[in-house]
């Protein structure tokens, strides 16, 4: 298997395993965004690891940014929806992906 591939892969399980827990939440609660957010930091446990995931994809963001200037990828901006609406689990393999095809 091609590493672009892999990567390819990987953000697809990146958005889908996510959206499980997404999705039940959802459907329990509705689209209650406040709450939704709220019980991201519900305990000590949660809000480490949620603090730990957002300053990740801060770090991401920025580096992904100056890197695809660097190399003239112009599929960046992808991924920030991806991590918005995903998370650091979809954006960073797809940006791998797209990175993997300009460097290969």
Do not use: E, H
């Amino acid at each position: 298997m091609r590493l672009s591939t892999f990567y390819l892969c990987m953000a697809v399980v990146g958005t889908v395993v996510p959206w499980v827990f997404f999705a039940s939440f959802f459907a329990s609660k509705g689209l209650d965004i406040p709450l939704f957010i709220l019980s991201l930091f519900g305990n000590a446990a949660s809000g480490g690891f949620s603090a730990d995931v957002l300053i990740s994809i801060l770090v991401f963001w920025i580096w992904s940014f100056v890197d695809a200037r660097q190399l003239g990828i112009s599929q960046w901006w992808l991924v920030l929806p991806a991590g918005c609406f995903v998370g650091l689990s979809c954006a960073l393999p797809l940006y791998l992906y797209f990175r993997q095809k300009v460097v290969a």
